[in-house]
């Protein structure tokens, strides 16, 4: 398995293949018909296209095994044995290649995604996914595939899940850190997001986090539509570069779906990434042998461009949110507040096991500028391992700020570091026997960055030499367990001044080793200077001041601190770190000198209100709990449930589907104001029916079109339409086109809507037109899906074409001449 690590060492060039859908389809793929399943009947026309592609050039050979998972392939299908048998039929073929011609070839045992999200969003949870993986990956292995490509993913969650699989199953298999198989993970964005709101630089943070070999993007469009996704996606990451285009968008001809560009058009395209610095090239749905080929010439001699590592980063972020914490970078705060100690509510509630006053000092930290929230639920009568993972998890859904999870509980750290959706700060791993062994791994393994706390022994270091023996040694540990110093930031050990006189220069002296000399940055818990003195936020300041100076990257305090606020602009300013004093000058432009310290301009923070007010602003932040508490007590004060659903309800989600449509908001925010609005919807619908006979609302058909287990983006759009008035009838996935015909006319619907995520089963969805044609009926056909253009809704005769689950209210309602 270390074959692909060389070649991505030698200095060349590499090429993965092109499409496999359409290749087999042109072989005699039917309509509809798994891939997988094909080849295992058809193992010679499988191993000709994989023939095809290597002689065209490709150094990857991607197996047929996209959808080869338990929740894809038919109940009752041998998982593993699918996955293995098709992996040598592609190991096969790089043999014979071997012997022919010399080249070694990869080959990469392909991993697509489920279909499913992971809870919150979906129904799956994190060990559920985790297994699903883990059985196709053994498969994989066994075949005899030389790295892994997870691919086309559109959560980083479900990406993560895939990567610690194959980690945590190497480990199991008795395989080293050095033998265990490399993996490649590809992404695929709409615009400049994934499905689930992910930029391509969150992408890339987490993955480097988490140790990939390679990564990329793949998909979704031609190389002239992904080009900026593609160029952000270079240019941040820090390992090798996948790019891999569709050959354009798709179109219908003669009842084909054909990609409109020709192979010397993609390679001419194409060939700029590599010009820009990715280091992989190939080809995604469309492309053939040809196209490879034609790739293959046009870039080959492109040189490749040497990455550059920057030292002193760490790299934080949630599923839709980046903040890097580093030497050459703004200094951050990381909120403290979300911490029980001296916290009477919030111990009593967290006791009892409810968020209200957790989540409201998270939107006090956000609005005081916290980068970064510190979560700790340590209090008496609470068990940590359960409510950690739940705030952490309720958190992480409803806000976009990366977290830091806070625990001496090594269980609740690791339940809650695998709800988490992307790569948050671990508080702590300090030096203590066994800490490192059990915690280090983890968060190599998830990608999560961590505060050392160089802490050994009953005694106090209490002088930087004390301390940086304790960080040397830990970092030579950390180094035999393949931990990067990329996921390390060190904390700085602050003691109080009160009994310890030289704490400060301590603390300083240690500060300034690690950031001048290991190239690492530091962190503070900034109270514990000031402890038992007076002025206590005069002192914690001055320090804050001389910290910087020294060196220092970030602290755990209180954002709402106008004077930390002030130290952390004015050093940022005075260390070069707020380039034409642009965030300076924003904040501070009207202070002047009669200001006193809680009055500063642009910088006071007057009491800001926290949490919904009322009903739409509940659904808008998609507080269910909230939505149904308003919604009592305004039925209490006597208002009409239609006047609540008509005047408080619709337009709440349709702000949020405004909200969706300028990119403020994304898919689980989305999701999350859905349920609060059928939360409170269904609270009020019986109300409805009694007081007046019940208005029949529009009703809609929508399902899956044959042949297709892609059910997310249907089942998006399907809780949209409900809540936007619809009665929606959903026939679920891989559904014939006769069977959605026949439950319109039974349901008497006004609207069928077809969802179709690939380009072998999109043409399925002409034969449901053309029924309603031969039929003489006039139910409207909305279609939608990832690979669905406007062109094709056209050319198959649709009445409407939506580009996600908002447009579809918008296309439902235009086809049916409802105002909104």
Not at 147 to 165: G, K, N, P, V, Y
Not at 352 to 364: C, D, L, R, S, W
Not at 476 to 488: D, T, V
Not at 541 to 555: E, M, N, P, Q, R
Request: hydrophobic share 40%; net charge negative.
């Amino acid at each position: 398995m270390r074959i692909l690590r060389e070649i991505l060492k030698s200095g060349k060039r590499l090429f993965f293949d092109g499409a496999m859908g359409t290749m087999l389809q042109s072989r005699g793929l039917p309509p509809g018909a798994g891939p997988e399943l094909f080849c295992l009947e058809n193992p010679e026309i499988l191993k000709q296209i994989h023939r095809e592609y290597a002689r065209a050039g490709a150094d990857f050979l991607t197996t047929n095994t996209f959808g080869g998972n338990r929740l894809k392939l038919p109940a009752g299908t041998n998982v593993v044995e699918v996955n293995k048998r098709l992996t040598s039929l592609a190991r096969e073929v790089a043999d014979e290649e071997f012997s022919r011609s010399g080249r070694k070839l990869v080959v990469a045992g392909n991993i697509g995604p489920t279909g499913h999200f992971l809870k919150p969003l979906g129904d799956l949870s994190f060990e559920e996914l985790v297994d699903v993986f883990r059985e196709q990956t053994r498969g994989l292995i066994e075949g005899g595939a030389d790295c892994l490509m997870i691919q086309t993913q559109i959560d980083i969650s479900e990406a993560r899940a895939a990567i610690f699989a194959a980690r945590t199953l190497c480990q199991d298999m008795g395989m080293s850190l050095q033998d265990s198989i490399p993996i490649g993970v590809t992404m695929t964005f709409e615009g400049n997001r994934s499905l689930t709101g992910s930029t391509p630089e969150v992408f890339v943070a987490t993955m480097c986090n988490m140790g990939v070999d390679f990564l990329g993007t793949n998909c979704s469009a031609g190389p002239k539509e992904i080009y900026n996704v593609a160029t952000s996606v270079i240019a941040n990451s820090t390992v090798p570069v996948i790019i891999q285009p569709n050959a354009g968008l798709p179109e219908l001809v003669d009842g084909k779906t054909v990609f409109n560009l020709t192979p010397e058009e993609f390679a001419d395209l194409t060939k700029e990434f590599g010009v820009l610095g990715a280091e992989i090239l190939g080809g995604c749905c469309g492309t053939t042998p040809a196209h490879i080929a034609a790739l293959y010439n046009a870039a080959k001699e492109i040189p490749l461009i040497p990455r550059q590592k920057v030292e002193g980063r760490i790299s934080l972020t949630s599923r839709t949110n980046l903040v890097q914490v580093g030497l050459d970078l703004p200094f951050v705060c990381v909120g403290e507040r979300i911490n029980p100690t001296g916290k009477k509510q919030l111990t009593a509630e967290l006791q009892a096991g409810e968020f209200t006053q957790a989540i409201k000092y998270a939107e006090e930290q956000i609005q005081a500028d916290s980068k970064v929230l510190d979560v700790n639920v340590g209090a008496p009568q609470v068990d940590e391992t359960h409510l950690l993972p739940s705030l952490v998890q309720r958190l992480s859904s409803q806000f976009n700020t990366p977290l830091c999870i806070d625990s001496s509980n090594i269980s609740a750290i690791e339940a809650a570091l695998k709800l988490y959706p992307a790569s948050p700060l671990i508080n702590s791993i300090s030096a203590e026997e066994g800490k490192l062994e059990r915690l280090g791994p983890l968060c190599r393994d998830l990608g999560a960055p961590f505060i050392f706390l160089p802490l050994k022994g009953r005694k106090l270091p209490e002088t930087a030499k004390e301390r940086i023996n304790i960080l040397e040694d830990f970092l030579k540990n950390a180094e035999k367990l393949g931990i990067p110093k990329e996921l390390i930031i060190v904390d700085a050990l602050v003691l109080a001044v009160s009994s310890k006189p030289e704490a400060a220069k301590s603390c300083l002296e240690f500060v300034r080793y690690c950031s001048q000399t290991l190239k690492l940055p530091t962190l503070m818990g900034l109270s514990n200077i000031s402890f038992g003195l007076p002025a206590r936020e005069l002192i914690n300041s001055s320090f804050l001041t001389l910290a910087a100076g020294a060196g220092s990257s970030a602290c755990i305090a209180n954002p709402s601190s106008s004077r930390i606020r002030e130290v952390i602009a004015g050093t940022d300013l005075l260390l070069h770190k707020d380039p034409q004093a642009e965030r300076f000058i924003e904040r501070y432009s009207a202070w002047t000198a009669e200001n006193n310290t809680l009055n500063l301009g642009n910088d006071n923070l007057k009491s800001p209100k926290v949490g919904p007010q009322n009903i739409f602003e509940a659904v808008v932040k998609g507080d269910k709990e909230a939505t149904l508490r308003f919604l009592e007590e305004e039925l209490k004060s006597g208002i009409e449930p239609y006047v609540l659903v008509n005047q408080k309800l619709i337009p709440a989600i349709t702000e949020v589907g405004r909200k969706y449509e300028k990119k403020e908001y994304f898919l689980p925010q989305l999701l999350r104001s859905a349920e609060a609005m059928q939360a409170g919807f269904a609270k009020v619908k019986p109300l409805l029916e009694k007081e007046s006979a019940h208005q029949a609302r529009p009703r809609i058909v929508i399902a899956t079109v044959e042949g297709d287990i892609h059910d997310i983006g249907k089942n998006i759009v399907q809780l949209m339409l409900s809540n936007h008035g619809f009665d929606v009838i959903d026939l679920g996935k891989d559904v014939k086109a006769k069977t959605i015909v026949e439950r319109a006319k039974e349901e008497n619907a006004a609207i069928i809507g077809l969802s179709a995520l690939m380009t072998t089963t999109m043409v399925r969805m002409q034969e449901t037109i053309d029924l309603l044609q031969k039929e003489a009926l006039s139910i409207k056909v909305m279609i939608g899906g990832a690979v669905v253009t406007e062109h094709f809704a056209k050319s198959i005769g649709a009445d409407g074409y939506s580009t996600d689950a908002v447009d579809a209210v918008r296309l439902a309602q235009k086809l049916l001449n409802i105002k909104n």
